[in-house]
């Protein structure tokens, strides 16, 4: 049996930091989902303990708004054809398509606050779309972030896959609600049913891109 190598004969571990951090838990959700993106699991790739990670992330939360900052790298802003309005709803539709492909993430952006550089990247480009369509300087911050909530929530709503039964189940309950307790239902439930999830998400922002061209803000808008 060969002897065992001394800690001198092993090579060095290579220096942690913030991006290779980062790029461990991307290379892990890649892989294995966001629920296995854990501290442990990722002391573990690293070759290294948990309360080393601490250092360069603070908790979970942290580590997630990170990730999704590194995946809105993958995001490229639309090409120049179309209206702004088209072009707004592309890039949303965009960042939608990204968070939808890793369903944990979606979830998880709900509440995840990234501050990286793509996510500073985005909210430029969408801020430079709405200044485009000559929207009022004081609505386009609020806008997009309502935008964003709007395409977050999409993501996350279609994150698992529906249950067959839920939705017969749900769609049974629309049909057949009874016109004297339920009546709008009565008579909406066909509308109620229709159209795919795409539709549904791009009727929705253009609904929300009209609002914000068109509502103004309070007049008293205290800094948070």
Do not use: C, F
Not at 23 to 51: F, P, S
Not at 107 to 124: D, F, I, K, T
Request: net charge negative; proline share 6%.
């Amino acid at each position: 049996m060969a002897p065992a190598k001394s800690r001198r004969e092993r090579p060095a571990k290579p220096a942690l930091t913030r991006d290779g951090i980062v790029a461990a838990a991307v290379a892990i959700l890649r892989e294995e989902g966001l629920r296995k993106v854990t501290m442990r699991r990722l002391a573990q790739e690293l070759d290294t303990g948990a309360a080393s990670l601490y250092v360069y992330v603070r908790n979970t939360a942290e580590l997630h708004a990170a990730i999704l900052d590194e995946l809105l790298g993958t995001i490229t802003p639309p090409a120049a054809e179309g209206s702004w309005r088209d072009r707004l709803e592309r890039l949303l539709t965009a960042y939608t398509k990204t968070l939808l492909e890793y369903p944990g993430l979606a979830l998880s952006a709900l509440v995840a606050r990234p501050s990286g550089e793509n996510y500073l990247g985005l909210v430029e480009n969408l801020l430079a779309l709405l200044a485009e369509g000559d929207v009022p300087a004081e609505r386009r911050a609020w806008g997009i972030d309502i935008l964003l909530q709007h395409a977050t929530s999409t993501a996350a709503e279609h994150a698992e896959q529906d249950s067959p039964d839920d939705w017969d189940a749900l769609a049974r309950a629309v049909r057949n609600a009874d016109e004297t307790t339920h009546p709008q239902i009565a008579a909406h439930a066909a509308d109620l049913l229709t159209g795919r999830p795409e539709q549904r998400m791009s009727w929705g922002l253009q609904v929300l891109i009209t609002g914000i061209t068109h509502t103004g803000l309070p007049p008293e808008r205290n800094p948070t």
